[in-house]
């Protein structure tokens, strides 16, 4: 602590009194510092082992960011990680203070540290979500990404602003383009399950809308996003993640125009029952014939999560279509029996 307290010292005695050369060594100083300890970032850390990663950079990287703060004009990246050092190590006046001289110098992410003091209470600072918020925009004018995703919050709880849905999901939506895996995650939870924004707003946004969630849970898990990666799983399992049958139909069309064939088959089965999308055996017997063309599926995995009895529409459309392929020569009877089956095992190439 002691350390960290010398930094703004040592720095204070040394202004306007280095040359030339010395204005030179800082300015190496600032970029290996950037170079070791990365563009400034005051999102959270996509996991623990990031952060302790992170924290060992910032630990090579201190004597150069030390030596960039030195002068007239200190470089903001090194007090922004400087800052954050500090934080880390508890001296957090000493760290406010960094983080005011960094944003002073126009560094966006370093207002949303000092917004993120005022909205959570840190160290000695009492919660002022007003003053969080000022910041917040400050850092969101900076383009900011994180700034956008807490502002997010801020605006669904109605937490220092007016409680806004709308400019909520706008932020949102906007951080998780721009790659922020905490924004793609709960963006991803809202288009699964909208049940946490207002159902108008919901149906405007056509939600729940499983094949956007799914592309954001993917990006989010390839970033190391644990949660992520655990919620994706759960989600191409399919067992208890859709609210509605007819958002599990959404999902199973994508993955069926992608040529899934476990998909095809449940989609197929879904038709089959009218079960989330209308009744359709021409449709579900088209399923089950293009998932068994595909190789992915066996002959006894058709259907097997539906009942033993074929819908006779459907099964008179699947032998149909088996005998417009050469495949079948028996009654149109509706009966799915072993004459039929041996038939639709010739489907697979």
């Not at 996991?47 to 200190?74: D, M, Q, W, Y």
């Not at 050092?85 to 001296?91: A, K, N, T």
């Not at 924004?197 to 898990?221: C, F, N, T």
Request: aromatic share 6%.
């Amino acid at each position: 602590m002691v350390r960290c307290k010398g930094i703004l010292a040592a720095t204070v005695s040394v202004l306007g009194l280095l040359t030339g050369a010395g204005f030179a060594q800082t300015s190496d100083a600032a970029a290996k510092c950037r170079e070791i300890a990365g563009a400034p970032d005051a999102g959270a850390p996509v996991s623990r082992e990031a952060l302790n990663a992170h924290f060992g950079k910032l630990g090579t990287a201190r004597p150069h960011c030390e030596a960039a703060v030195i002068g007239a004009t200190p470089d903001e990246a090194a007090l922004f990680h400087l800052a954050v050092i500090m934080q880390r190590e508890g001296v957090h006046e000493r760290a406010l203070e960094v983080f005011a001289r960094a944003a002073e110098a126009g560094l966006a992410s370093a207002h949303t540290k000092l917004a993120d003091y005022y909205n959570f209470g840190i160290g000695p600072v009492q919660e002022d979500h007003e003053r969080a918020v000022a910041e917040y925009e400050k850092a969101i004018a900076g383009g900011d990404v994180p700034a956008m995703s807490t502002m997010a919050i801020m605006y669904q709880l109605g937490r220092g602003v007016t409680q806004d849905f709308e400019k909520s999901i706008e932020l949102l939506e906007a951080s998780a383009e721009a790659g922020y895996h905490f924004s793609q995650f709960r963006m991803a939870e809202i288009y699964m399950n909208p049940q946490s924004i207002p159902g108008s707003l919901a149906r405007q946004m056509d939600l729940p809308d499983p094949v956007a969630a799914a592309k954001l849970y993917e990006s989010a898990a390839a970033q190391g996003s644990q949660d992520a990666r655990a919620a994706l799983e759960k989600f191409m399992a399919g067992d208890g993640v859709f609210d509605s049958p007819e958002a599990r139909a959404k999902w199973l069309g994508h993955a069926s125009g992608n040529g899934n064939a476990q998909a095809m088959n449940a989609l197929g089965l879904m038709h089959e029952q009218g079960n989330g999308v209308a009744y359709d055996p021409a449709r579900a017997a088209e399923l089950y014939v293009a998932a068994l063309e595909t190789g992915d599926l066996d002959v006894s995995s058709l259907r097997a999560s539906g009942p033993r009895r074929w819908d006779r529409d459907t099964a008179v459309e699947f032998q149909i279509l088996l005998q417009e392929r050469g495949l079948y020569d028996g009654a149109l009877d509706g009966i799915i029996g072993g004459g039929t089956l041996g038939a639709a095992r010739r489907l697979a190439p």
